[in-house]
């Protein structure tokens, strides 16, 4: 599904959240407090926006590797770093967030936009992204949400469910997808709960922010030992 719809992936997500995707990412890194120095793991990177950001910070990361399952996302993601000479600092590698292919405490920070809900064991990648960090590395995961504010929660519902896979299998031509966005949305664990999960894999300090009147929650923690 994610292959399918890779060529079109970026556009779509600029379009459907009016353009204020790009400011969720900022700061999402801007919660990493780099230094210049930092080696950052992006998991479910797809197309790599994140982990561009990351090396368009100021201060930027030292370098980032971005995992994904899904090679036609990635495919597009390593021609978006080449454009903006990017190489020698961005790898983009296949792989499975419940098995990261990094060695143990070797990133000092790691992070995820609007991909762990698609990953099956949730609870195993979140112990796998703990034992990669290093000790005081930090964590920052940006994940849709169902707003709780009256009138906004259904409001949202409207739109994810009517409008969103309307103009994303329009766009796209691919059905499936833009089904599987809303009903991700709804089934993916409520964000009083994900603090839970990663409290138990072991990360202190979690922290769930809202954004956007509550669409979107900006994950924090910090990996001690």
Known sequence: MFDAIAGRYDFLNHLLSGGIDTVWRRRAIGSLQLTGRERVLDLCTGTGDL???????????????????AGAMLRVGLEKVRRRGLSDAVALVRGDATKIPVADRSVDAITIAFGIRNVEQVASA???????????GRLAILEFAMPTTPGMGALYRWYVRSVLPRIGRAV??????????????????????????????????????PMTLGSVILY???RRD
């Open 51 to 69: 982990a561009i950001a990351a090396m368009r910070a100021r201060p930027s990361a030292a370098r980032v590797v971005g995992v994904d399952f």
């Open 172 to 209: 796209s031509r691919h059905h499936a997808a833009y089904d599987y966005l809303p009903a991700s949305i709804d089934a993916f664990t409520a964000p009083e709960q994900f603090v839970t999960i990663l409290q138990q894999a072991g990360f202190t300090d979690v922290q769930a922010v």
């Open 220 to 222: 924090t923690a910090l």
């Open 126 to 136: 979140c112990t796998e992204m703990r034992r990669v960090l290093k000790p005081g």
